[in-house]
């Protein structure tokens, strides 16, 4: 099993609609992050948490929300899709020494 | 200016030349820096840690240049796998505190045979 699983693979959602995406790690690590990439912009941070009751605001949390259910479980939530949420996200976790990385949830909002 | 800057590329580079990268960021604070290696759509994963006194894996070899504020990364006798985006990161918290990685858009190293 990967380290950090993110859920679903592919996504496509309607404008307006609600969507979470979850992501679960086994590392055992107490820092999460979320992140989306689009091209020519590179990675951006929306939220990242340091551990369970710790939650805060990424450069792009605007649109986003997240909750940190369990140290292993950290999920981000489209309240309201829009277009300009097409976009790769990652999930990735931190023992201190480099990210982890899932393998990213394709979300396509049309 | 962004935090971090990278030339985009493409870079196409023949199969055993050697290829360097350079990157740049703008706060002096920072901390720990990284190259990571990103496959077309997939995850990005750590390549390699950039230390002031230089470090060598293989055929890679990353250097710090904290008084520029800029990281190198050299590729020698490069191989078809290296293909792939190279992602230069920084770090402005401790190694071994909280982290919060700030990355480049990437630059985009294809190998012709």
């Known amino acids: 099993d990967a380290d950090v699983t993110q859920t679903p693979r592919n996504r496509i959602t309607k404008t307006g609609k609600r969507i979470m995406l979850e992501c679960s790690q086994t590392k055992g690590h107490d820092r999460m992050y979320w992140y989306r990439q689009d091209p020519g912009l590179g990675l951006r941070l929306i939220y990242y948490s340091f551990d369970v009751k710790d939650i805060n605001k990424g450069e792009i949390s605007d649109g986003y929300s997240v909750s940190r259910q369990a140290q292993a479980k950290f999920s981000l939530s489209l309240e309201s899709a829009i277009p300009n949420q097409t976009a790769l996200y990652f999930c990735?976790?931190?023992?201190?020494?480099?990210?982890?990385f899932g393998s990213g949830t394709r979300l396509t909002v049309v | 200016r962004k935090e971090v800057e990278q030339d985009p590329g493409p870079f196409n580079v023949p199969e055993g030349a050697t290829v360097a990268f350079n990157c740049t960021y703008s706060?002096?604070?920072?901390?720990?820096f990284f190259w990571y290696r990103q496959d077309c759509r997939k995850e990005p994963k750590l390549l390699m840690s950039v230390y002031s006194s230089g470090n060598e894996d293989g055929r890679f070899t990353a250097q710090l240049n904290r008084a520029s504020q800029y990281i190198s990364l050299l590729i020698r006798d490069s191989k078809l796998s290296d293909s792939a985006t190279y992602l230069c990161?920084?770090?402005?918290?401790?190694?071994?505190?909280?982290?919060?990685?700030?990355f480049g858009t990437g630059t985009r190293l294809t190998i012709i045979p």
């Open positions: 990735a976790t931190s023992g201190g020494y480099g990210y982890t």
């Open positions: 706060n002096s604070a920072s901390q720990s």
């Open positions: 990161v920084v770090n402005l918290g401790s190694l071994f505190g909280n982290e919060k990685l700030t």
